[in-house]
């Protein structure tokens, strides 16, 4: 069974695209063959993997078609290697506003539905459209939300939580894979620690919170960013991944210390496996 899995939050900043990415990236990089639609009008997916001015990024139109239509996705830009991007942007800025969009919020689950070969397909929400936001979450089956540590994030868990209600009707299927903590300073361990009782006290029962945490990496970001690279890319580039990369495949996580670029690597290694982990456990 290929999973579509969901990247939504209700605010921006949270690290939703740079999740999706590097997630998808460690992978892909791992043999897994993934796809990432992006149904975000920001279209930021394209600087992580350095397509914003690919001659094939269309700015999110054929998905935009999708999203109206239900008409295929076309072949995608081939962003890695087992990795496929179907690109979001400034086209879906231009869809039009559809009284309730009643009908439509399942024309892009029909559009994945004739994607074929993949092991995984995520799905980058953008955190402000409400029908977008309903587009991506009746097109998936699992749903994965990342949160800073500041209170409006954490609030803001509410809003994604009550679009999962929303849907329910038209897709009953739809699970939570979890919350993941994005961006923690590693020296605030005890803010780490009550930012993690408060999120479990938040979503209760009802959303498992994953026990891996990426760590806040500026210069890193800055320099994945800025080149087009993913961190195991920049990692690899600054002294090799392979203790990053062996941990999806081991689940070993390295004793020795590793350069930030390369502990960031690590840190979505450790997530991607711990997704894997998640869907196998809730299929």
């Excluded at 990247?7 to 690290?15: L, Y």
């Excluded at 992006?38 to 690919?54: C, H």
């Excluded at 993690?196 to 210069?219: C, H, M, N, W, Y």
């Excluded at 580039?237 to 690597?265: C, I, W, Y």
């Amino acid at each position: 069974m290929t999973h579509v899995v969901a990247v939504a939050t209700g605010k921006g900043g949270v690290g939703k695209s740079s999740v999706t990415s590097a997630v998808a990236g460690t992978l892909a990089a791992h043999g897994r063959r993934i796809a990432v639609i992006e149904i975000d009008p920001q279209g930021d997916i394209a600087d992580d993997f350095g397509l914003r001015e690919d001659p094939d990024n269309d700015g999110g139109a054929a998905v935009a078609e999708s999203i109206l239509h239900g008409t295929s996705l076309g072949d995608g830009i081939e962003a890695r290697d087992n990795l496929t991007y179907f690109a979001g942007g400034p086209v879906m800025k231009q869809l039009p506003r559809i009284q309730g969009w009643t009908g439509l919020e399942s024309q892009l689950s029909k559009a994945i539905g004739q994607l074929d070969g993949y092991d995984l397909i995520l799905l980058d929400s953008p955190p402000f459209s409400d029908e977008l936001q309903r587009v991506s979450l009746t097109a998936a089956d699992r749903l994965l939300i990342p949160t800073s540590m500041d209170n409006s994030s954490l609030r803001a868990l509410l809003t994604i939580a009550d679009r999962l209600v929303e849907v329910e009707s038209v897709n009953p299927g739809l699970k939570p894979l979890g919350v993941v903590l994005w961006n923690v300073p590693t020296a605030a361990s005890r803010i780490r620690t009550e930012t993690r009782q408060v999120l479990l006290e938040i979503l209760g029962d009802s959303f498992p919170l994953l026990k891996t945490t990426i760590r806040s990496a500026v210069a890193t970001a800055w320099e994945c960013r800025r080149r087009g690279m993913l961190p195991h890319e920049v990692a690899e580039m600054h002294g090799g991944t392979s203790s990053a990369l062996k941990v999806l495949s081991t689940g070993r996580v390295p004793e020795r210390p590793l350069s930030s670029a390369q502990n960031l690597a690590l840190d979505y290694a450790t997530l991607a496996n711990e997704i894997l982990d998640r869907l196998e456990e809730t299929s």
